[in-house]
């Protein structure tokens, strides 16, 4: 059987189904990039500074002998 020999009732559902799976496959692709571009977790991830027990963001310590220290404590000018 030739394509156009096929019944427009036949091939419509079949070209509407395949017009509909690209919008699924972007909405599951946009789902994926979503949670790919979460904040990050360790970006607010914080510590008590193991000499003087200040609440110090992990960007600001400095890890001395295995310890967490605050930037004065660590001797950090
Ligand atoms: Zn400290």
């Not at 395949?18 to 571009?37: Q, R, W």
């Not at 970006?43 to 200040?54: L, V």
């Not at 600001?60 to 001797?75: A, D, E, F, H």
Request: net charge negative; aromatic share 10%.
């Amino acid at each position: 059987m030739e394509p156009q020999d096929i019944k427009p009732e036949i091939t419509d559902p079949l070209v509407k189904k395949a017009v509909s799976l690209p919008d699924e496959k972007i909405l599951f692709v946009g789902e994926v990039f979503n949670t790919d571009f979460e904040p990050h977790k360790g970006t607010f991830e914080w510590h008590n500074c193991d000499k003087c027990g200040e609440a110090v963001f992990a960007i600001g310590l400095r890890i001395v002998n295995g310890k967490y220290l605050c930037m004065p404590c660590s001797g950090y000018e």
